[in-house]
């Protein structure tokens, strides 16, 4: 019943980033790992399984307990909203959850409109502020949305700033700081508690050095 | 037309088999404790479970109008209900009362086990008895259920209601950043409480412990020990006291093996007051049961007593035993007879008596190709020819036996059934 501890990676960016993270802690990463079309990896030298999933299914994932553990971008766990350890800031991937449109925008005589791939995070921050919105879902290039007239604001990642100001948009809002993090499974964080701390400390001390806990 | 409901399923044979065998060992462990079943109504009212705080969130229960307008739920929880006949029915009964129960729980949105809105929980409750001996006597019987049922490695993890609200006590930390500062511990999510201490005023010492919290889990008397190290109140040195002692006593039973300790173990169930407790399997990601005491629950019936009790979650202990294969399967063997003559039926119908009363399961039937076979779950086929029978195990080997009922039985429960096991 027990096999390797199994960590699923967001595919993409991220995983390159979290393997180069691993191989800094001293795990041995398969050389092959991000060229091919896999999507399991046993490495058995160091007791590990390694899934490539969507990133929003990363914390899916991590909560039903097919993987123990899992790195993905913090703005996939606001979405996701499950019920995780979320132990780590790996300090990478970082961006900013914005507020953004036309430079120039009026006041809607209706609800604002609001275009973005995080529904679920949307919904609840402009509950918090108790500023009723119109929320429109979309699955990509979500700054077409103001340029078209679909939505009148968009609530997107921003890293550099690049997309939004070569499509003339501006950032209204900045709503909170983003970045990759390590999640754990509640219940495997219990019944394997040496090896997953064991994870945990080797990447922490290549995040934050060897003073990370102070 | 679709007549299909999400969340909900039907019970199939092959599956049942396995339940009955698992509900039987769960109702004989909790029956030979004291612990008598109760079944109580699918619908409650909603009053009983408006108002308690952290138990089911309102939209998240059923309801149901009846015909006089009132509002019913499908009931959320099998604990409530036996509260409330602890407080009414059982209110001058001697105390303390022993109840167990396994029945299903309805849940309109449920993240854990696998997304059913219908689950099935067997539990037990101890109403009335407040001493260390019955939080004790709850974890070994938990520890044991798990055993008895097939969990070879089983885990319970402890915490204590009190531990967190002591500890913010003793940090002089203000109810908002209470709330924000409890959910982020109980994710243990250093990252968040560093960003989150950063905005708040706190003395220097307060922070370090904050950030240390979220590691501190696992073996009980380690954590112990590092909690004691810090600079915390005498209160809080009462709460880590008793659980203190509750380890001792747990290692007299050579069961601290079994347990871990996690300061931070928040349930979801706010009605917990004191100890708080959950039970895995080594290598499962699923919870197995929760458990913990919960004071103040009859409250408000107007008597305030003590109680504590767990529920193991049935459907998520299925999965475990399904993935391990290790059932302790219902030994009952299936035979299928049939016949070469249509005048043998009576033979045939009275030899599947004669394995009836045994024991046995058995049924008469002609036709039965291999599918059939399968789909009733047959373990040996008897084939009722002119002169002798001929025996065969499911994917096995023939024997031939002579064609007399008694010589036959004995046959068949003495030797080789017996042999083929």
Known sequence: ?214 | MSTFVEGVRDILPAELRKRRTIYQIIREVFESSGYREVITPTLESLELYAGIEGLVDKDEMFKVVDDRGQILVLRPDLTMPIARLAASRFQNSPRPLKFSYLSSAFQSKNSQSLSLKEKTQAGVELIGSDNLESDLEMILLLIKTMEKVGVEEPLVDIGHADLINEIFSDLKINEEAKKELRKLLAAKNKIGIKNYIKKIDLADNTAEILLRLPSLFGNPQQVIKELNKMPLSAETGQVLKTLEKLFNKLTEFDSLKYITFDPMLISRHGYYTGLIFKGYARGYSNLLASGGRYDNLTEKFGVEEAAVGFALEIENLLDFLNRTGNFNEDPVQRFLLSYEKKEDFKFAYLLAEDLREAGFAAEVYNGADKEYIDFQQIDFEIYIKEKCLELKQTGGEIAVLKRNRKEALEYLILNKIEEWE
Request: proline residues 3%.
């Open chain 1, 1 to 214: 019943m027990m096999g390797n501890l199994c960590i699923a990676m967001a595919k993409g960016r991220l995983a390159k980033e979290a393997v180069k993270l691993f191989r800094q802690a001293g795990y041995n990463m398969p050389d092959n790992m991000l060229k091919s079309r896999k999507l399991i990896f046993e490495i058995e030298s160091e007791k590990l399984e390694i899934i490539l999933v969507k990133p929003a299914d990363v914390p899916i994932y991590v909560e039903y307990g097919t993987a123990d553990l899992g790195i993905v971008g913090k703005d996939t766990l606001l979405e996701e909203n499950r019920d995780l350890y979320e132990v780590l800031d790996l300090e990478y991937g970082v961006c900013e959850f914005a507020l953004a449109g036309l430079p120039d925008r009026k006041d809607t005589l209706l609800e604002r409109k609001v275009a973005t791939k995080y529904p679920d995070f949307t919904r609840r921050f402009f509950r918090s502020r108790g500023e009723p919105v119109e929320i429109i879902k979309l699955n990509g290039s979500i700054e077409l949305a103001p340029l078209t007239g679909l939505a009148d604001t968009i609530l997107d990642i921003v890293e550099t700033g690049r997309t939004l100001k070569e499509n003339g948009l501006v950032i209204y809002e900045s709503i909170r700081d983003l970045s990759a993090r390590l999640v754990v499974n509640k219940v495997s964080m219990k019944t394997r508690q040496n090896e997953i701390t064991a994870i945990i400390e080797a990447l922490d001390k290549v995040v934050n050095g060897d003073d990370g806990n102070a």
